[in-house]
């Protein structure tokens, strides 16, 4: 502004600048800012002014003018750090993000409105990984600046390790393949098409799983995608081969087959501790005989084993290959949580009293029977059972 100054003894009125030699040359523009009532919300981000207190000040404002709102947009660096055998790749699409303030009136009192925000510039992403041939790629990490999904920092984009395809796997004659990955089973080895639809496995197959990722910890509804706990929802398959897939981190089991009206017979062997195993033969009417060996479900806080064999209406035999009791029912007899009345439990002679003590089997101790007294094949998923001497 204008102001009236005095040098050397002379006045001078309505000032607008001052204009003083410098000792090393030239001159010098004073001006008197005081009045100054812009703040760097208000001044272009990229230009620059004097603020009341005489600062040297850069604008901030990148809106267009009608609102004290800013949209601030800052540059944030992306590391893509790329993972052997397959190519990670990102796309970003900007979204405002931000809060805005609402202002309110009362009574009589007069209110200047004014919008005002907080907002910034923030990113959604896609990651995309393209795996090489022969490999299944891994699964895409972000790490850094997120908030609520959105990138509004500088962060890092990698992917956990490929996984190799196995190609040293036999698959028995006459069996259909199938592929194990990550908790879902696929129609081909690069894991592109799920198996979501019983349309998809022709009644009557034979079927092999080969397991890719090998980090699968639950078959849950596997052959049962619908999840429809109903007769004839899961998969119709004859025989289901089990032995290649990895079992060590696998805890449940739960409705694995339910539904399926055509399978025979199953081999599991080489199941650990599971810890969910309810409805796992549900409604499998065709189902005439089970292998269990080293499978445990006796430490679990609750044993639940609702129509684990139940619905098998014609389940001859239950094989528990193991001389610890480590697997049981609810109840022998239980009608939904037991074994079927024509079922016999096959157990090693050396442990055929404690199975028949046991308080979850002892209900059915006249059916526990040692299966030495019966020849038992098992091969390529099948399990078949004949007394010796028949």
Not at 11 to 22: C, D, K, Q, R, T
Not at 344 to 370: F, G, N, Q, T
């Amino acid at each position: 502004m204008k102001v009236d100054v005095k040098i050397a003894g002379a006045s001078y009125s309505e000032v607008p600048a001052v204009l003083i030699p410098l000792k090393s040359g030239g001159k010098a523009r004073f001006c008197e800012v005081s009045d100054t009532t812009a703040k760097a919300a208000d001044v272009a981000k990229g230009k620059t002014f004097y603020d009341a207190d005489g600062n040297y000040t850069a604008g901030t404002n990148t809106g267009s003018g009608g609102s004290t709102s800013t949209v601030t947009a800052t540059p944030y660096k992306v590391t893509i750090q790329q993972v052997p055998h397959q190519t990670i790749s990102a796309s970003f699409t900007p979204q405002v993000a931000g809060t805005i303030n609402t202002l309110a009136k009362s009574g009589n009192e007069t209110l200047n409105l004014e919008s005002e925000a907080t907002l910034g510039i923030s990113y959604a992403f896609k990651t995309k990984i393209t795996p090489d041939a022969g490999w299944i790629g891994g699964k895409a990490v972000v790490s850094g600046k997120l908030e609520d999904g959105l990138i509004c920092g500088d962060v890092t984009i990698t992917a956990s390790e490929a996984i190799q395809i196995p190609t040293d796997i036999t698959v028995p004659e006459g069996y259909t393949t199938v592929y194990l990955g990550q908790n879902k089973l696929y129609q081909d080895q690069g894991l592109t098409v799920e198996l979501t639809s019983k349309r998809q496995i022709e009644a009557n197959s034979k079927i092999y799983v080969m397991d890719v990722t090998r980090n699968s910890y639950t078959l849950l509804n596997l052959f049962c995608p619908s999840k429809s706990n109903n007769v004839g929802t899961g998969f119709d398959e004859k025989y289901v081969d089990l032995s290649g897939i990895s079992k060590s981190l696998i805890t449940s089991l739960g409705s694995l087959f339910l539904g399926n009206s055509n399978l025979e017979s199953a081999d599991m062997s080489g199941f650990g501790d599971i810890e969910g195993i309810y409805s796992l033969f549900a409604y499998c009417k065709s189902l005439k005989c089970v292998y269990f060996d080293t499978l445990r479900n006796v430490g679990n806080a609750t044993i639940n084993t609702y129509h684990t064999f139940s619905t098998c209406t014609a389940l001859e035999y239950l094989i528990l290959d193991n001389v610890n009791v480590d697997f049981v029912v609810e109840g022998g007899t239980d009608s939904d949580r037991g074994i079927p009345s024509q079922t016999k439990v096959l157990v090693p002679k050396a442990a055929l009293e404690a199975y028949k003590a046991d308080s979850h089997w002892k209900s059915v101790a006249d059916r526990i029977l040692p299966m030495e007294d019966f020849d038992i094949v098992r091969k390529d998923g099948a399990v078949s059972v004949t007394p010796k001497g028949a």
